[in-house]
């Protein structure tokens, strides 16, 4: 399983960024795919989540109305558009997937990840 994200940059507070996650696994409609992000200091942290089907999707507190994940299933990627950034949205970003599991927010749930993406807003 490999999972690699790609699409951070450097971007003032307001604009906006599009995170991909290329994943090479087999049935990869079979699993769920979530990002997560850790800033210097800090735990890593939930930020969005979204089901096999593409139907439910889940978002961390700070990031619910700013960020939305998408998935696409024909290419074995998932999504994240960020808007609205905030100098606090600063951090290393990485997806990662889960055949199982009951929170969606719970890293312990999440089987593979991938190496991250750096965000960084200014402000």
């Known amino acids: 399983v490999q999972l690699q994200a790609s699409g951070g940059g450097l971007v003032q507070a307001g604009g906006s960024l599009r995170l991909s996650c290329a994943a090479t696994i087999r049935a990869f409609n079979s699993y769920g795919m979530g990002w997560f992000r850790q800033a210097p200091g800090k735990e890593r942290e939930f930020v969005a989540a979204i089901n096999q089907r593409g139907s439910d999707t889940y978002y961390g507190d700070s990031v619910k109305g700013r960020f939305t994940i998408s998935r696409d299933n024909a290419k074995n990627m998932v999504y994240l558009q960020m808007n609205s950034l905030k100098p606090e949205d600063t951090a290393v970003y990485s997806c990662?997937?889960?055949?199982?599991?009951?929170?969606?927010?719970?890293?312990?749930?999440?089987?593979?990840w991938g190496q991250g993406t750096q965000v960084t807003v200014s402000s």
């Open positions: 990662a997937v889960r055949r199982y599991g009951a929170t969606w927010y719970a890293i312990r749930e999440y089987d593979y």
